[in-house]
């Protein structure tokens, strides 16, 4: 008899399910793709019957169900939390309270519940439900879908139920916790706090800020370090909390913090300022310096020549870059759903080699299927709904298809692209992607103002064939997860003028740095997706024809949606963003549509009013 193991994570941010048979991730997805509410918290009723589905089990054939944090572990940290601080932040106990002895307190009769009702099964019937701490379910989404043996595993968020920065070492089916960093001394909640005082949201924003950084100064490190973060030479910290609020305010920073960079918080949407894009370049500095003290500590301590990262942090793909090109590990693997949403599959890979002690097989280059664990659909599904509304398509086989999409993107326009299984984790990786031309100057701007309707400042991915990517970019190996910066080869930048060196700040952003300038930042980085024929084979088909008419095998990659959206999921998701943004095609497998082809497209009031900002 099969082992299916369900992993549930939910109630905070980023909700997800997973599912996975005798150790193989069968179908994993966020619930924010079904419900339409980006980083939705909820119980992720969707992703749960799509699991099932996916897999085409019933409920009980379901041998565990298992949650991916300890609640009454977290509860216990509130109330230390609150008692230690008291009697300041008496008004933010008070409204967390009555949440957490409503649901979060008794959260196993809620996820019974919730169960009992998508099974249509009585509780007393419903498979064992189990739980895993935080950062074990992190760490188990880091190393056992790795290609390593043995590896030593960092996890870095915000925090858990206590801790914000833990060590373990996998060995097989096994991890073993070495050392941890308890709240409220966190990195990751340090990085929110300037994301909240920069302007940005907290638990979305933090990218923006990482973007942000290479048009600012590091003029703030210094004083960072003097007030902030009391950082040892070994990469452990502690923070000042003075400073700040969120142990138990509502707000991230406090007053002293604002004295200290001489300004309130930034008002969310005003104008940037220098001021904004130094204070960027200062933390994301510092967090990097942190990330590769931990690493040469870890190293040092453990001998491993393979680390494995997971947690909110790792999504800083900045200090990734700097970690594998500057750090002591041979290689390293990052979870690709990193935040929360990956605890699903952690908590899964718990259960199955830790609790119930079953063999790994170490996979190469992972066991992840290049995360491409979400639903599908088929040319059919596609049509049916096209016909439905009354579209205008055609329906092309690869052989054409790839060749002609290939002129289409070299003649600058920009194509919606939707294929294969959906990605699980928050990047667009080649299944629903918004791509175009890298060589041309003006697809930047074109693709923040007029199609995803955000913030100029925000590079876009460079999405690059696997065996080409060395001959672009100082990096080598794979990248298939776009969780890699790393620097435009300088064979392949243009040259600035002596004026342009001296720009500043958001003046940088329109000078051409590289014969593909849409993916080249203002410090000449990029976020490097690479390709792979066993993992997306259309899409490198794609990649190829392209580069046999233009000798570039690299095209802009970044995610089908509008800001504040999640990432679509289903054909009539895909058309409405194709319809409301200036795209030029939608190709959903092998049907085509062009935008000058459709039916005017009408909707009551204005959509922009849909989706909260991010």
Known sequence: MKNYILGISAYYHDSAATLISDGKIIAAAQEERFSRKKHDPAFPTGAVRYCLKEANINANEITHVVFYDKPLLKFERLLETYLSYAPTGFRSFISAMPVWLKEKLYLKKTLKRELSGIFNIPEKSLPPLLFTEHHQSHAASAFFPSPYEKAAVLCLDGVGEWATTSMWLGDGNKLTPQWEIDFPHSLGLLYSAFTYYTGFRVNSGEYKLMGLAPYGEPKYVDLILDNLLDLKEDGTFRLNMKYFNYATGLTMTNKKFAELFGAPAREPESELSQKEMDIARSIQWVTEEVVLR????????????????????ALNCVSNGRLLREGPFKEIWIQPAAGDAGGAVGAALSVYHEYLEKPRTVQKPDATKGYYLGPRFSNKDIKNYLDKIGASYTEIEDTTLMPELAKIIEDENVIGWFQGRMEFGPRSLGARSIIGDARSQKMQSIMNLKIKYRESFRPFAPVVKYDKVSEWFEHEGPSPY???????????????????TKLFGIDKLNIPRSEIPAVTHVDYSARVQT?????????YHLLDEFEKRTDCPVLVNTSFNVRGEPIVHTPEDAYRCFMRTEMDYLVMENIVLNKVDQKEWKEEGDWRDEFDLD
């Open 294 to 313: 931990l690493a040469r500590s870890v190293h040092k301590e453990t001998g491993m020549d393979y680390l494995c990262l997971a947690g909110g942090v």
């Open 482 to 500: 776009m969780l890699i910066v790393a620097p435009v080869k300088e064979d392949k930048r243009t040259l600035m003028t002596e004026d342009q």
């Open 531 to 539: 390709v792979h024929p066993e993992t997306n084979p259309r899409f």
